[in-house]
């Protein structure tokens, strides 16, 4: 059971946009700028797309966006290509004693 | 571009110690900034952080995994090592090294990740 609560999958068609939310408290991400966002292909380690909120680090697509309004912290990948279909894991510090928490993954499909 | 590779036996018996090396390379691991993390990845399942260590060899550890983890650094040798005692099947899991940003908490470049099976 994975402390931060993300849809299981979302799915749009290529051109599109789509938003994952990431669900979490006031101990993570409703308390924190330090919410990071990472894309994981099948059989390839997880790659950073966001970090502190909504800053992109370099070579990652300005397609990719974040936000956050209270609780809840969200990916918006517009224009939807091919290669963004992977999954996707939203990540927190937390100010319990866990250090930084992970949402359980959202499967983009592109159709 | 710095790189992080894992290193160590991808078969452990149930009971005895998992032991894993990140080598870094493309930069140093005593360069300010960073701190020096493990992460774990169950099959088809989401990310766990496990903890990490300062290139001073200050650490912190997932308080789940805290009695049975031994992270440690050689700065000599640009590596860091994880050591997990008394594994059972349930460590069975992908581990990833990665470089975490200690300004933004962001893991911002990651090992391939290797798959460590704990079978009799």
């Known amino acids: 059971q994975s402390v931060l609560t993300q849809p299981a999958s979302v799915s749009g068609s290529p051109g599109q946009s789509i938003t994952i939310s990431c669900t979490g408290t006031?101990?993570?991400?409703?308390?924190?700028?330090?919410v990071s966002w990472y894309q994981q292909h099948p059989g390839k380690a997880p790659r950073l797309m966001i970090y502190?909120?909504?800053n992109r680090p370099s070579g990652a697509s300005n397609r990719f966006s974040g936000s956050k309004s209270g609780n809840t912290a969200s990916l918006t990948i517009s224009g939807l290509q091919a290669e963004d279909e992977a999954h996707y894991y939203c990540?927190?510090?937390?100010?319990?004693?866990?250090?930084?928490?992970f949402g359980g993954g959202t499967q983009l499909t592109v159709l | 571009q710095v790189q992080l590779q894992e290193s160590g036996p991808g078969l452990v018996k149930p009971s005895q110690t998992l032991s894993l090396t990140c080598t870094v390379s493309?930069?140093?691991?005593?360069?300010?900034?960073?701190?020096w993390s493990w992460i774990r990845q169950h099959p088809g399942k989401g990310l766990e952080w496990i903890g990490y260590?300062?290139?001073?060899?200050?650490?912190y550890s997932n308080p789940s995994l805290k009695s049975r983890l031994n992270l440690s650094v050689d700065t000599s040798k640009n590596q860091f090592s994880l050591k997990l005692s008394s594994v059972t099947a349930a460590d069975t899991a992908v581990y990833y090294c990665?470089?975490?940003?200690?300004?933004?908490?962001?893991?911002?470049?990651w090992g391939q990740g290797t798959l460590v099976t704990v079978s009799s």
């Open positions: 990540c927190s510090y937390t100010t319990t004693n866990t250090h930084v928490v």
């Open positions: 493309g930069g140093s691991i005593s360069s300010g900034g960073y701190y």
């Open positions: 990665a470089r975490e940003d200690s300004s933004s908490w962001s893991l911002d470049s």
């Open positions: 006031s101990s993570d991400i409703g308390g924190q700028k330090h």
């Open positions: 502190d909120v909504s």
């Open positions: 260590i300062y290139h001073t060899g200050n650490t």
